[in-house]
């Protein structure tokens, strides 16, 4: 493998956007306008101390929504365009926004969190990365504060800049 590889940490491969956050007390609703407002496909979970407790994407609200609609026919009502291009990207159809309000992301999130260190190694990135059904890990710093994220974009993206 090419030397430069070899050498990538999680800082090197990390985005430099400051990790964003979602409160579990709030509801799914504001998490997915939060999520799409921001181009963004998940976030982690912080509980009321600011401790992160899991992490929500738009997989798992669309799945949800999936859920919902079948579960909550009665509550049907006018929906929200963002909504609607959300189920329409997960191939849902239209989702409730209602049902959206009353549920809490602490509800519909994954708990846990896949971390690694800043300076972890490209391949302990990769294991980690491979461990679960996600496609990001997030970087702590010493003291456990989350400080960034790696996604596949960003190790192919960082793989093929030390290729070149």
């Given at each position: 493998m090419n030397e430069t590889i070899e050498r990538l940490t999680a800082i090197d491969l990390m985005s430099g956007d400051p990790v964003a956050y979602l409160r579990g007390d709030q509801s799914v609703g504001e998490a997915a306008r939060?999520?799409?407002e921001r181009g963004m496909t998940g976030a982690p979970v912080e509980d009321e101390r600011g401790s992160p407790i899991g992490v929500l994407t738009l997989t798992d609200i669309a799945r949800l929504g999936g859920r919902t609609?079948?579960?909550k026919?009665?509550?049907a009502c006018a929906v929200e365009e963002w909504f609607d291009e959300l189920g329409e990207r997960q191939g849902l159809g239209s989702?409730?926004?209602r049902a959206f309000?009353?549920?809490q992301v602490r509800e519909a999130m994954s708990s846990g969190l896949r971390t690694v260190r800043l300076?972890?190694?490209l391949a302990e990135v990769l294991d980690a990365l491979l461990e679960g059904p996600y496609?990001?890990?997030f970087v702590r710093d010493p003291g456990g504060t989350l400080v960034g994220v790696v996604g596949l974009v960003d190790v192919v993206r960082a793989v093929r800049n030390g290729l070149r």
């Open positions: 939060f999520l799409l609609l079948r579960a026919d009665d509550e989702i409730p926004s309000r009353k549920l300076d972890q190694p496609r990001r890990v």
